[in-house]
């Protein structure tokens, strides 16, 4: 299914559906990001808000970007703070929202739907400065090879979203193209066991 629309029909269910993955990504997150804070943040892919409100506590201003009308709907009816303002982008199109530099760029399960990493990072490289972090939290690699994708139930039957496999080194290198190094690598797993596929991976890039 098309992206925008799978996201649209999803959006009333995503915060009450069961999903695992969303909430051991905002515990990431939480855990990752939480001794540190920010001017402006930009969040893309900001869904409903998962990790908006939270983002606001370590953060002065949000920009928070998402190609779905739903899931912004959502997301506007939550948060009502002027220090967010929800806009709707495509970032695979002209990010001509951004006048401006952000010093935490956050991606939270949305580089699964982008075919083209190396074509993000150099925008994000243009809209960021020396010491500028990027926080990625994804569905695991090795979950998308197991068949993990990003799927919801509708009357008509299990809907799943457009998807790209992206290996470790796939973020790595197109991070680095554009001029950010790894600074932190880290995997989470349901309950803490490890004797399982990880279900998050993180990786934190900072501006050289
Ligand atoms: C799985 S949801 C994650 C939402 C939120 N970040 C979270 O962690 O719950 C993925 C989000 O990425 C958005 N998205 C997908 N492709 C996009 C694109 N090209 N530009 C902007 N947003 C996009 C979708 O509309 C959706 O809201």
Redesign the pocket.
């Known amino acids: 299914m098309d ?2 629309n799978a ?1 649209n029909s999803w959006s009333s269910q995503y915060d009450t559906n069961d999903n695992k993955t ?1 909430d051991l ?1 905002a515990l990431a997150l939480q855990k990752i990001l939480q001794a540190k804070s920010f001017k402006h943040c930009l969040e ?5 808000g ?2 908006t409100a939270w983002l606001l506590s370590i953060c002065d201003q949000i920009t928070a ?4 009308k739903g ?1 912004l709907e959502i997301a506007k009816n939550k948060i009502q703070s002027d220090k967010v303002n929800f806009i709707e ?4 199109k002209d990010w001509t929202f951004a006048n401006q530099t952000y010093d935490l760029v956050t991606f ?3 580089l699964e ?2 075919e083209d990493l190396n074509a993000v990072f150099q925008k994000v490289s243009r809209v960021t400065a020396v010491g500028s972090l990027v926080y990625i939290g994804e569905l695991h690699p090795f979950k998308q090879y197991a068949g993990s994708k ?1 799927r919801f139930e509708t009357e008509s039957g299990t809907q799943v979203v457009t998807c790209f496999n992206h290996h470790v080194t796939d973020f790595i290198q197109a991070a680095n193209a554009s001029g950010f190094q790894l600074i932190h690598l880290d995997e989470q797993f349901d309950d803490a066991d490890r004797s399982q596929l990880p279900r998050i991976l993180n990786l934190v890039f900072e501006k050289l």
């Open positions: 992206i925008a996201y969303r990504e893309i892919g900001c869904g409903t998962k990790n970007i998402d190609l779905s899931m982008v495509d970032i695979t939270s399960l949305m739907h982008i990003a």
